[in-house]
């Protein structure tokens, strides 16, 4: 069982108590930390509220809220994802709504919030039904609603609406958003099911179920529990028998449409469905807290609660480690940038002087304070000394004589081409020369390979310290990293046209030339 689950089943019931103060303070820290930026960099503790088109999210999300705001409509209504930060008020204040893009301004009028929600959709997502993921972030203080902050997803679109501008793969970019919610271990998955479908077929369950494979942080709604076929029950999926999840289900009523056309308000619809349940044959039996959207507040707040205490340690170990990571970045960034000329000259010569000593400690060996964190492995000099000493290993085992690979009819053949005017039974030396010459043959080509690889290992290398002592001039680098390779070109006068295993090659046929003389 998940953290979160065994904190919720410990805790007593006190609502409006300690519990309801700390979870306050625990969301509002959340709350700053986005505002802060700090979600692109870590993820944070969040609720998103995931379903199919019509599974009634919007209706459970007002039945939390306590207040009639959300956008309706056939088709697909939520095309941003709206990131829902309730903050609950003690007292019958009236309540009031503020957008972070609609800057400076409250709202009163909820019914001023579902057309600025419509309004702001438009703006991003345009006059169709295209899908955008770039949140709507609003803040609503009211005293019917708990401290909260919930995300809800657009529904996942399985076919394009003829007509709409939405892109044929728009089931790939629905699933995909949900999944980047959904998918973080830090977020908790309120997962609305309409009880009307087979709960085994859900496709939001399934989902649930994918990205959280050990059903630790998903908790099932159960919506449309009064539309379901006569002499049929959602009981056993309550009772969390058919499909288990470790946080398990809630079943609640919402307000049917023609509820909402009739202007019956979000509070009356609470009233009907705590009576609706309480006189229910079926659903009156079962214990109270797989029932209600009373139920399901008090259960998300729990959750909630459960979840960001067990997750702010590991999210200050994390900022702690970004932040010492970010100090360490700027310590080799080092002083301001000098501005006269003289001082930028000293500044360029003084990096050079650090490569070159860093390039030089590596490959002599020499202690460098500055690579200290590289990890145990063999790097510079030591890793080209282990090329040189693997090259030829085979070849000086004490097993091996050049002279296996000899033939009876090769030596006899070869003392027959070199004995030229000599007397018989006193070989040339030719003979040995012309027998070995095809055993050195192969050792040409490990030697230049060997070469090879240490030439470029010695260009990585040369990056690789160019990177840490030009950590303030990225740009620089390529230009240095160039006049770096022309070294050897330069030494050697190689020709344009030239490869590098050319110039290889031509360096082993010099320093055979020289050993001759």
């Known amino acids: 069982m998940s953290e979160d689950a065994k904190d919720l089943k410990s805790k007593p019931d006190d609502s409006g108590g300690l519990l309801w103060l700390q979870l306050r303070k625990f969301v ?44 309706r409509g056939d088709g697909v209504v939520t095309r941003r994802p709206l990131e829902l930060r309730l903050h609950h008020l003690q007292d019958n204040t009236e ?12 709202f009163r009028n909820f019914t001023e919030v579902r057309k600025t929600v419509e309004e702001l959709t438009d703006k991003t997502a345009g006059t169709n039904k295209n899908i955008v993921d770039n949140p709507i972030v609003l803040t609503i203080y009211s005293y019917t609603c708990p401290d909260l902050t919930l995300i809800d997803l657009p529904g996942i679109t399985r076919i394009p609406l003829k007509g709409s501008g939405q892109p044929e793969d728009i089931e790939r970019i629905t699933t995909e958003m949900a999944k980047r919610y959904c ?8 997962c609305v099911i309409p009880a009307n479908i087979d709960l085994t077929t859900s496709e939001a369950l399934k989902y649930a179920q994918e990205w959280d494979p050990h059903q630790i942080r998903t908790l099932g709604v159960i919506t449309k529990l009064d539309i379901m076929d006569q002499g049929t029950n959602a009981k056993s999926t309550l009772m969390n028998q058919v499909v288990q999840l470790k946080l398990g289900y809630v079943g609640v009523k919402n307000r049917s449409q023609k509820d909402i056309n009739d202007k019956m308000g979000v509070q009356s619809g609470l009233d009907i469905e705590r009576s609706w349940f309480m006189n229910h044959p079926v659903y009156r039996s079962l214990p109270k807290d797989c029932y209600g959207t009373d139920t399901l507040t008090q259960k998300l707040s729990r959750i909630m609660y459960a979840h960001i205490r067990t997750s702010l340690p590991d999210i200050m170990k994390e900022i702690e480690d970004k932040l010492r990571s970010i100090e360490e970045r700027l310590k080799d960034l080092g002083l301001p940038l000098p501005t006269t000329e003289g001082q930028k000259v000293q500044m360029l010569w003084a990096m050079i002087n650090d490569f070159n ?40 085992a004490p097993e091996y004589r050049v002279s296996d690979n000899f033939q009876d009819k090769d030596i006899e053949r070869a003392i027959i081409l070199h004995e030229g005017d000599k007397l018989s039974g006193f070989p040339s030396i030719e003979v040995f020369y012309y027998l070995v010459q095809p055993e050195i043959e192969k050792l040409k080509e490990p030697a230049i390979n060997c070469l090879l690889n240490v030439y470029y ?35 050697t006068h190689l020709r344009a046209h030239e490869t590098r295993h050319d110039l290889v090659c031509r360096l082993l046929l010099e320093k055979k030339k020289k050993k001759k003389k």
Not at 95 to 106: D, R, S, T
Not at 360 to 378: A, P, V, W
């Open 28 to 71: 509002n820290l959340i709350d700053d930390l986005c505002d802060l930026g700090l979600q692109e960099h870590i993820n944070l503790p969040r609720i998103a509220v995931l379903g199919s088109q019509s599974s009634g999210k919007s209706s459970v999300l007002e039945s939390i809220v306590g207040l009639d705001f959300l956008p």
């Open 183 to 190: 998918g973080d271990e830090r977020t908790i998955i309120l």
């Open 457 to 491: 290992y010695l260009e990585e290398l040369a990056h690789t310290i160019l990177e840490k002592s030009f950590v303030r001039f990225p740009s620089v680098i390529p230009e240095l990293m160039a006049a770096i390779q022309q070294i050897p070109v330069s030494y």
């Open 357 to 396: 000593n860093s390039f030089k400690n590596r490959i002599t060996g020499k202690l460098d304070i500055k690579s200290m964190k590289q990890k145990m492995e063999l790097t510079g000099g030591a890793k080209i000394k282990s090329n040189f000493f693997n090259l030829y290993k085979e070849y000086s």
């Open 95 to 106: 309540p009031w709504a503020v957008f972070e893009e609609v800057k400076g301004k409250k």
